[in-house]
C-alpha cells in the first residue's frame, strides 16, 4: 500500500500559550482522496490546515508523534524547511479568491512569478504550462487572460485561477478552506465537480475545509468532525450522514439549514460556545443534552463503531 499524503499523530498546536488550539489529532489523507473537515467557528480547522503548510505565525508550536506531508517529516522542519514544501508538497485555496492575487499585477505575471522553482525552464515554456493549467480549469481563452487582472474575474472565474494556481506547482496535497462559501450555488457546483475532476484526472489529494454540510456531502470520500480542537468523530462520508454517533455532530447536522424538517420555523442552534480544549472529561460535555454525570471527569476513548470498524467516535455513550 503506497504511503499517506499526509500523516497526523496526536498533532497538537499552541499560539505561544499552553492551551492548544489543535489538541493531539490523528488524520491521514491517502494518495487521491477527499477528506472533509467541518465543526464550528473557533473548533480548530483553519489552524490545522495552516499548520500542514507551514502558514502559522512564529510564536505557534506544533508538537506530536508524527507528522508527514508527502514523505516529509514536517516536525523536524524550520520555518525556511516548511515553506519550501509549500507549493510541491501541499497548496492551498482559500475562501476569497480575490486575496489570493495581487491586484496591480497581471495574472500572467503571477502564475510566471509561482514557478521560480523551474530556473531551468524557459520563459515560453513556462507559458506554455500556465496556458494549459488555465484551460485544465475551464478557463476560456486563457492566452488573452494572461494580461488581465484579478477584478476583471468573477468570483468564480478566479476562484478556477486560484486552483490553477495551486496545481501549477504540482502538490501531492491540496488544501481548500470553504472554497465555494464565497460564490453562488451554480459557481459552487462548478468548482465541486471541477476539484473532483482534478482527482480523477491528476490523482490529486484533496483537504477540504467547510461549514456548508452538503459540499462536504457531495465531494468527500471520508470526513473529521472538529471540537474545541480535537477530532470528534471521523469515519467514511456515508457513516458520517446516515450514522452521526458523537452528539455533537448530530447537533451540526440538526442546525443545517438544508436538512431542517418542514414546519420548523426557527432555526435550531447548539447552545453555549465552543470551549478552549484541555479540561476535565468530554469538552462538549456543558453542551450536550446527552451528558451523564461521568462525562464531566472521564475523557472519552476514541472507538470504533460496532458494524463499522472505520467509524470512529469520542463519546462515553458510543463506547460503552
Ligand atoms: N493567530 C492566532 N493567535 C491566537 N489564537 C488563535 C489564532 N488563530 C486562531 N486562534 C484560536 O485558535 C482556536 C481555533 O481557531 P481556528 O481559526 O483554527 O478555528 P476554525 O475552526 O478554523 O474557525 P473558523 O471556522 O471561524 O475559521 C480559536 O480559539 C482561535 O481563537
Known amino acids: 500500500m503506497s504511503e499517506p499524503v499526509l500523516e497526523m499523530r496526536k498533532i497538537s498546536v499552541t499560539y505561544g500559550g499552553i ?8 488524520l491521514k489523507v491517502e494518495p487521491g482522496e477527499i477528506v472533509g473537515i ?11 490546515a495552516h499548520s500542514i503548510l507551514g502558514l502559522l505565525p512564529k510564536a505557534a508550536k506544533v508538537s506530536g508523534e508524527r507528522f508527514t506531508l508527502a514523505g516529509k517529516d514536517m516536525l523536524a522542519a524550520d520555518r525556511e524547511g516548511l515553506a519550501a514544501l509549500r507549493g510541491p508538497a501541499g497548496a492551498m485555496i482559500f475562501q476569497n479568491p480575490m486575496t489570493a492575487f495581487s491586484p496591480i499585477h ?4 503571477q502564475l510566471t512569478d509561482l514557478l521560480w522553482r523551474d530556473r531551468d525552464q524557459t520563459v515560453a515554456r513556462k507559458r506554455e504550462r500556465i496556458v494549459a ?19 476583471q474575474f468573477s468570483g468564480g472565474m478566479l476562484q478556477r485561477v486560484a486552483i490553477a494556481a ?9 488544501i481548500a478552506d470553504e472554497p465555494t462559501t464565497a460564490l453562488d450555488m451554480t459557481m459552487e457546483a462548478q468548482i465541486l465537480h471541477l476539484m473532483r475532476t482534478l482527482r480523477e484526472n491528476a490523482g490529486v489529494a484533496i483537504l477540504i475545509i467547510s461549514h456548508h454540510l452538503g459540499v462536504i456531502a457531495e465531494i468527500c470520500d ?42 420548523v420555523t426557527r432555526m435550531p442552534v447548539i447552545p453555549g460556545e465552543v470551549p478552549r480544549p484541555g479540561g476535565i472529561g468530554c469538552d462538549f460535555a ?24 472505520l467509524h470512529h467516535s469520542r463519546c462515553l455513550r458510543s463506547a460503552s
Open 19 to 26: 492551551i492548544p488550539a489543535v489538541a493531539s489529532v490523528d
Open 38 to 48: 467541518i465543526g464550528e467557528s473557533g473548533s480548530g480547522k483553519s489552524t490545522l
Open 106 to 109: 497581471t495574472l500572467g505575471r
Open 133 to 151: 493549467a488555465l484551460r485544465d480549469v475551464g478557463i476560456p481563452d486563457p492566452i488573452g487572460k494572461l494580461d488581465a487582472y484579478p477584478f
Open 166 to 174: 495551486a496545481l501549477l506547482m504540482k502538490p501531492s496535497l491540496l
Open 222 to 263: 471520508r470526513v473529521a468532525v472538529m471540537y474545541a480542537g480535537r477530532v470528534v468523530e471521523e469515519g467514511s462520508v456515508e457513516a458520517i450522514f446516515r450514522n452521526p454517533r458523537h452528539p455533537y455532530t448530530q447537533a451540526l447536522f440538526a442546525c443545517e439549514p438544508a436538512l431542517i424538517p418542514p414546519g
Open 286 to 309: 456543558g453542551r450536550c443534552g446527552f451528558a451523564e454525570d461521568r462525562c464531566l471527569t472521564l475523557s472519552p476513548p476514541w472507538a470504533p463503531a460496532q458494524a463499522d470498524p
